[in-house]
């Protein structure tokens, strides 16, 4: 079975390809730039984990590159996506709720709407919402398309899931 962890930075899965446009990025398996054609035969990938990726490329490219991701996904094959949730943001942003309690320590909300913009890499260029994903993802062709929850994922990330 063949896994491509798109947009890997240090963010492993087991059993992952990790690819990423930082060659310096730990582990990284395949140096390529994911807003661009994939280096991956059409139909040739079992599943892929883009786990906070999707939103540092360009909301004008998000399309496009969706419309590549599922190329190189065999029939039946499997999308997640891991975003921050720009609805939860964007309320808390209206609310004037600036950070987030983790528990264990607070967060600026901001760097969910702009990324880290001390690293290049890191700056954030799209924004989702659960419907937005969803339509964006039925539109291209996805099926089974449904928004994961499981007792690890924050409030404030949106998983989603789909299957060529």
């Known amino acids: 079975m063949k896994k491509l962890n798109l947009g890997s930075g240090n963010k492993f899965f087991e059993g992952y390809l990790n690819v990423d446009l930082d060659a310096n990025a730990p582990q990284v398996d395949v140096v390529a730039d994911i807003s661009q054609t994939l280096p991956f035969a059409d139909e040739s990938i079992d599943a892929i984990m883009a786990s906070h990726s999707l939103e540092h490329i360009s909301y004008v490219q998000t399309k496009e590159v969706l419309v590549d991701w599922k190329r190189v996904l065999k029939q039946d094959g499997v999308i997640d996506i891991k975003v921050p949730d720009g609805r939860f943001a964007m309320e808390a942003y209206l609310k004037g709720s600036w950070c987030i309690d983790y528990g264990f320590k607070e967060r600026n909300i901001?760097?969910?709407?702009?990324?880290?913009?001390?690293?290049?890499?890191?700056?954030?260029?799209?924004?989702?919402?659960?419907?937005?994903?969803?339509?964006?993802?039925?539109?291209?062709?996805?099926?089974?398309?449904?928004?994961?929850?499981?007792?690890?994922?924050?409030?404030?990330?949106?998983?989603?899931?789909?299957?060529?």
């Open 110 to 164: 901001l760097p969910m709407l702009y990324g880290n913009h001390g690293d290049i890499y890191q700056l954030h260029r799209a924004l989702f919402s659960y419907q937005s994903l969803w339509n964006l993802l039925n539109e291209i062709g996805f099926k089974d398309i449904s928004r994961i929850y499981d007792n690890g994922t924050p409030e404030h990330e949106l998983w989603m899931r789909g299957f060529k």
